[in-house]
């Protein structure tokens, strides 16, 4: 094999100093001392995070995977980490304020603790949607954790293959209004920077959308599928009735306020909804009813969508038995 010589960029130097800081401090003095290692691996959930009550879509998730993960693979540890920095502060502010001993935490600092208990294999399955910066960010990590030895295995998104695309937009069809009812505007997260792998992947949906349906457009509250776009392709049914389907996992923040919110923000911006509604379009989303609680409904509570996710996890865990 030939080896090529690469020089790391800046950006990768400064994850690599990092991440040895992180595990050092994670380790504290356990770290070099003589461990019993580990024989089974661990199963890493890696989420964006939300700070929301929509966080029950985790517990939702949490519960369908230890249901439909085979026998064996029932009694491995699992651990969540976080993608989102921000969703981590901020949450974790919130648990030390009201006194509670959970923390949210990263990618990196939960591979550091679970090498630290002894384990030499792991599992990760994430949970993003698109395989944008956080998938990317989160391959970084993993690439350098393998340095330390540490055999990892993963999955990719949910839209990592155009054939899942299409069978995860199927899942959200019996949402979708029908064509003399009104409009549908399926609302993803997006990406404000343009070299980002997964723009190829939004062009791809808003084109497979366009094509396959005469009232579904895709809309987006970062990136190339435009707000003012998918809002004026409803402005200008017949209908007047417009349906707005989150095409995340979690429907937190960004549904709650920016889709679906009912007041204008602090500088008088209005949510897609109230925008709409002022246009004499009738607007409604799609809920769900977890544990007496009513919730937006994201793709973390469509079990057929869960499942796809869990089928890759359980291909990582098989590879992890092979090596």
């Given at each position: 094999?030939?080896l090529?010589?690469?020089?790391?960029?800046?950006r990768?130097?400064i994850l690599?100093v990092?991440?040895s800081?992180?595990i050092?401090?994670?380790?504290?003095n356990?770290?070099?001392?003589?461990?019993?290692?580990?024989?089974?691996?661990?199963i890493?959930?890696?989420?964006?995070?939300?700070?929301?009550k929509a966080?029950v879509?985790y517990?939702f998730?949490?519960?369908?995977?230890?249901?439909?993960?085979?026998?064996k693979?029932?009694?491995?540890?699992?651990a969540?980490?976080?993608t989102?920095?921000?969703?981590?502060?901020?949450?974790?502010?919130?648990?030390?304020k009201?006194g509670?001993?959970?923390?949210?935490?990263?990618?990196p600092?939960?591979?550091?603790n679970?090498e630290n208990?002894?384990y030499r294999?792991?599992?990760?399955?994430?949970?993003h949607?698109f395989?944008?910066q956080?998938?990317?960010?989160?391959?970084?990590?993993?690439?350098?954790?393998?340095?330390?030895d540490l055999?990892?295995?993963y999955?990719?998104t949910?839209?990592?293959?155009?054939?899942?695309?299409?069978e995860?937009v199927?899942?959200l069809?019996?949402?979708?209004l029908a064509?003399?009812?009104g409009?549908?505007?399926l609302?993803?997260?997006g990406?404000p920077?343009?070299?980002?792998g997964s723009?190829a992947?939004?062009?791809?949906l808003?084109r497979?959308l366009s094509r396959k349906?005469a009232?579904?457009?895709?809309?987006?509250?970062?990136?190339?599928l435009?707000?003012?776009?998918?809002?004026a392709?409803v402005k200008?049914?017949p209908?007047k009735?417009?349906?707005?389907?989150?095409f995340?996992?979690v429907?937190?923040?960004?549904i709650?306020n920016d889709?679906?919110g009912?007041?204008p923000d602090?500088?008088?911006?209005?949510s897609w909804a109230?925008e709409?509604?002022?246009?004499?379009?009738?607007?409604d989303?799609?809920?769900?009813d977890?544990?007496?609680?009513r919730c937006?409904?994201?793709?973390?509570?469509?079990?057929?969508?869960?499942?796809?996710?869990?089928?890759q996890?359980?291909?990582?865990?098989?590879?992890?038995?092979e090596r």
């Open positions: 094999m030939q090529v010589n690469v020089k790391p960029t800046r990768q130097v690599a990092m991440l800081l992180t050092l401090a994670v380790a504290g356990g770290w070099g001392m003589t461990r019993t290692l580990k024989k089974e691996p661990a890493v959930l890696a989420a964006f995070g939300t700070t929301t966080r879509t517990d998730f949490d519960a369908q995977l230890r249901e439909e993960l085979p026998a693979y029932r009694n491995l540890k699992i969540w980490a976080f989102s920095e921000i969703v981590r502060e901020r949450a974790n502010a919130k648990f030390i009201a509670v001993e959970q923390r949210y935490l990263s990618l600092q939960v591979l550091a679970l208990e002894g294999k792991v599992a990760i399955q994430p949970l949607i395989p944008g956080e998938f990317e960010e989160m391959e970084r990590v993993i690439q350098a954790f393998r340095i330390i055999r990892i295995e999955g990719g949910l839209l990592h293959d155009w054939s899942w695309l299409f995860a199927g899942v069809e019996k949402e979708f064509p003399s009812e409009m549908n505007v609302v993803a997260h990406s920077k343009t070299f980002v723009n992947t939004y062009l791809g808003d497979y349906y009232n579904v457009v895709a809309g987006g509250v970062d990136g190339v435009t707000r003012e776009q998918a809002l392709a200008a049914s209908t009735r417009a349906r707005l389907i989150p995340m996992y429907a937190g923040d960004h709650m889709i679906m009912a007041e602090k500088n008088g911006e209005l109230l709409l509604k002022k246009a004499g379009v009738r607007v989303t799609v809920f769900t977890y544990k007496g609680e937006f409904k994201g793709l973390g509570f469509y079990k057929e969508i869960n499942s796809r996710y869990i089928k996890l359980e291909e990582s865990l098989k590879r992890l038995e």
